[in-house]
């Protein structure tokens, strides 16, 4: 059974950092794109990042840019996303993906609805 598990949420003051972990499980993430997304209350599920199957592509959102970094462990069969200068609008919850790969681009995959696995997410509050 395919599974993407997230974890390294929690409670962080603006201008702290917390590291996301996402760990697969029943498939490899060999022939996956990685992507993170993020879910405010009463908002919709927003891209945040990507990294292409080799790592060696990434894509950003514009509002994490710079702050944010998305990297994966193929061997381990993990990816991160280590965020930096948070602030109280990153303030969600963080939903890992999987989407199959025909290419070694991130752009590609910043649509939702081309995801093929997700995550139960795990929840980053930025507050003081």
């Known amino acids: 059974q395919p599974q993407l598990v997230e974890s390294g949420g929690g409670l962080v003051q603006p201008g702290g950092s917390l590291r996301l972990s996402c760990a697969a499980s029943?498939?490899?993430?060999?022939?996956?794109?990685i992507a993170w997304f993020r879910q405010a209350p009463g908002k919709e599920r927003d891209f945040v990042a990507a990294i292409s199957v080799s790592g060696s592509n990434t894509h950003y959102a514009d509002s994490v840019k710079g702050r944010f970094t998305i990297s994966r462990d193929n061997a381990k069969n993990m990816a991160y996303l280590q965020m930096n200068s948070l602030k109280p609008e990153d303030t969600a919850v963080y939903y890992c993906?999987?989407?199959?790969?025909?290419?070694?681009?991130?752009?590609?995959?910043?649509?939702?609805?081309?995801?093929?696995?997700w995550g139960k997410g795990t929840l980053v509050t930025v507050s003081s």
């Open positions: 029943g498939f490899t993430l060999d022939y996956y794109v």
């Open positions: 993906a999987a989407d199959l790969a025909y290419n070694d681009y991130a752009h590609t995959s910043s649509d939702r609805r081309t995801m093929d696995y």
